[in-house]
């Protein structure tokens, strides 16, 4: 089956990264480490990935930079406790655990 | 192929500059340009605005798309304090008491601060800050202390309700001092507001039951009205009783919904989902989300606008 989506590695720069022109034709897609997911075989997202200096990655390729930084922040997570406090309050203080991602083909 | 003479009995018109107020549907060729145009109705689209001097979670935000305030956070000393223009954000006088998950009312030049958590305390907070543009100064406090509240209003004249844990209080601001109105008929945390004023104000989502009740205020009583699409909590609102949108939440939601004072309706998704972070926003023409996680906190913006929008013929 062809692939229908594709990935690149982009720094969010700010104003100017994503204009509405782009995401009225483009479904973008941010996950953490920088990695974008848009359509595959779609000429605005090609012309995209260019403006933003983008890195083509591998669906593969991706899911391990993303991998990588869940779980990093899931051990942080796991890490930071304060005497006494019930899980509750923990997820109150600095929100739930980050979940994995799996990214989609 | 059939041409545009055929379907709307008249040619395309040739025009040496855009029409100042063209209709939806209007097409036109600009002959200074070369390019065919038309005005579409956009019915809401995200894109990137300028980041955040510093990355932040459980944040709160109040102003419009072009001036807004981004108060507090996780992030020591818990009192930062940005201004946007509308392309970038500026460190501005922090809060006198650091905080996160905190509301906020007002403008960008006359905002107030209200309730939120230090975790180096750790202690649930009541105190109320008002901004003048400039610095912070504390005034009366909330008579009930809570974090993950929300609030709407001006800096005058504000709401702040819900809150930790599951709270049903609202409490009115007259500029002066909090006053007990009557509760939520929803008590819950992590929710949104929107609201121009404290007499028409608008709380959704949250923790509680199934985190889409509406609920809209009169300046008496809260009324359950239509729920949101998507239930959530964690997430963020802007706007009025009448016009409002609401975007994110907890599990890095990217939807977004319009509410016209009657339902709530899913337009364009944020191009990254997130929870927990800061919003601003007039109406449903213009709204502003920034900070938040996961996974860990941003520093990212995002800038909504929906209505009338001039498109390229031909373009990709």
Request: proline share 4%; net charge negative.
């Amino acid at each position: 089956m062809a692939k229908t989506k594709q990935y690149c590695v982009a720094e969010n720069w700010g104003k100017g990264f994503i204009e509405h022109i782009e995401s009225s034709r483009i479904t973008f897609k941010g996950y953490p480490g920088n990695v974008w997911q848009v359509p595959a075989h779609n000429k605005g997202a090609n012309l995209w990935i260019n403006k933003v200096l983008g890195v083509p990655k591998t669906k593969d390729q991706a899911q391990v930079i993303v991998t990588a930084i869940i779980d990093t922040a899931q051990d942080a997570w796991d890490a930071n406790n304060v005497d006494g406090e019930s899980s509750a309050e923990k997820i109150l203080r600095l929100g739930s655990k980050p979940a994995d991602i799996t990214l989609e083909e | 192929m059939s041409d545009y003479k055929v379907i709307h009995g008249t040619k395309v018109q040739n025009l040496s500059s855009d029409p100042p107020a063209p209709s939806t549907g209007q097409v036109w060729y600009n002959t200074t340009t070369n390019i065919a145009k038309y005005l579409v109705f956009n019915p809401g689209t995200w894109a990137s605005g300028g980041n955040l001097n510093t990355a932040r979670i459980q944040l709160a935000g109040t102003g419009t798309q072009t001036a807004a305030l981004a108060i507090g956070g996780s992030v020591s000393p818990l009192a930062q304090n940005e201004l946007y223009n509308g392309s970038a954000w500026t460190e501005l006088n922090d809060l006198n008491t650091g905080r996160s998950s905190l509301g906020a009312s007002g403008t960008s030049t006359a905002a107030l601060a209200f309730g939120g958590f230090n975790a180096s305390d750790p202690q649930t907070r009541d105190d109320t800050e008002t901004w003048n543009g400039t610095n912070w100064t504390e005034v009366n406090n909330l008579n009930t202390e809570r974090n993950l509240i929300s609030g709407c209003g001006t800096n005058t004249a504000a709401l702040g309700f819900g809150g930790v844990p599951n709270r049903n209080e609202t409490e009115l601001w007259n500029g002066t001092n909090w006053t007990e109105v009557n509760n939520l008929n929803t008590g819950r945390q992590q929710l949104a507001g929107a609201g121009a004023t404290n007499t028409a104000s608008l709380a959704f989502g949250g923790n509680t039951g199934p985190g889409e009740v509406t609920e809209l205020w009169n300046g008496t009583n809260w009324t359950e009205v239509n729920n949101l699409n998507t239930s959530r909590r964690e997430l963020g609102g802007s706007g009025t009783s009448t016009s409002a949108v609401g975007f994110g939440g907890a599990n890095a939601r990217v939807q977004t919904e319009t509410w016209n004072g009657t339902n709530w309706t899913s337009v364009g998704d944020m191009a990254a989902g997130r929870q927990d972070l800061g919003d601003a926003g007039a109406n449903t023409s213009a709204a502003l989300a920034f900070g938040g996680y996961p996974p860990n906190p941003s520093n990212a913006t995002e800038e909504f606008n929906s209505g009338p929008a001039v498109s390229t013929l031909g373009a990709e």
